[in-house]
């Protein structure tokens, strides 16, 4: 009898102490894991902050509310800013970023390309008549340039240039370029086909045309891009350079202004696609300032007051 009270003694003692062995084992194991998911959840979340450092005013900017612009002005209206360099979009109305609307005067971009390319005129100096035909802008009332009828934005001089283009060399860069629909109807139309219809392009497709004018990937010689490039320039600073075209489209109901361009600063190129109902001229500035708020919200243009 003691000796099986013995055996049955041993043989718990052995129980328990394998027991314990192997809740020791499982203590130890989860400990290593929790310590490896810890230690992974920390590399994780350091990612970040080395990101943060490296970009801090574009995290910093992050889905900006774009649109509180439009409602300080009390207009409906739509903007597109991509940032190349972080091939990342801001954006305001994406429907309205998607919706082909005629260029209007941001076709003056194109026109002036074609326009020195097939040597209708030869530089941004060479002058054209004035046509004795007064007009409501009195900055197009008189002789001028490709240069300043660009800042002027002079409907009349640029049709001259369509005209003396032609309809058919127009069309043929129109479809290598492969702008907007491509659509800029009959003969009749050539100097003013994107101005009332049938030529129709989107804010995002503004945007795919700049950047391809940025990187000299048109089939335009470098001399004729450099020339609409400088012509381009509306402020220049140590800090940074903003080249842009206005346009308003006035075929419309409501009428809709346009501001299209592109800001290298910070070693990085800004594309902005900007549209706006407007009612009266007093709307115009608008289209530029709105802009010009959005491109602060991403940290540029800070200097400005």
């Not at 907007?180 to 109807?185: C, S, T, V």
């Not at 206005?246 to 346009?258: D, F, I």
Request: with cysteine.
């Amino acid at each position: 009898m003691k000796n099986i009270l013995f055996r049955m003694w041993q043989s718990l003692r052995g129980y328990a102490k394998r027991r314990t062995q192997s809740l020791v084992f499982t203590v130890i194991g989860c400990l290593a894991v929790l310590s490896v998911i810890t230690f992974g959840a920390m590399y994780v979340l350091a990612q970040p902050a080395s990101t943060s450092s490296e970009h801090p005013t574009m995290l910093a900017a992050k889905a900006p509310n774009l649109g509180r612009h439009f409602q300080e002005f009390g207009r409906e209206g739509s903007i597109l800013i991509y940032d190349s360099k972080n091939n990342r979009i801001y954006e305001h109305n994406p429907q309205r970023n998607a919706t082909r609307i005629a260029p209007a005067s941001t076709f003056k971009i194109f026109n002036a390309l074609v326009a020195l390319e097939t040597n209708v005129i030869p530089d941004d100096v060479a002058v054209l008549t004035w046509d004795g035909i007064h007009r409501d802008i009195d900055a197009w009332n008189h002789d001028t340039n490709l240069r300043q009828a660009f800042k002027d934005s002079t409907v009349w001089f640029y049709q001259v240039l369509a005209r003396r283009a032609g309809y058919e060399r127009m069309q043929q860069f129109i479809n290598k370029v492969g702008y907007g629909n491509r659509q800029i109807g009959i003969a009749a139309d050539i100097d003013h086909f994107w101005l009332q219809q049938p030529l129709q392009i989107t804010p995002k497709e503004q945007i795919k045309f700049l950047q391809r004018l940025y990187q000299g990937d048109l089939p335009f010689s470098q001399r004729t891009i450099n020339l609409v490039k400088d012509i381009m320039v509306r402020e220049q600073t140590p800090d940074y350079t903003l080249r842009g075209k206005t346009g308003w489209l006035t075929s419309t109901e409501p009428e809709v202004g346009w501001f299209v361009g592109y800001l290298e600063q910070n070693k990085n190129v800004y594309f902005f696609a900007t549209t706006l109902d407007m009612y009266k001229p007093e709307d115009a500035p608008a289209r530029i300032e709105i802009t010009r708020r959005s491109l602060k919200d991403l940290g540029l243009l800070a200097q400005i007051n």
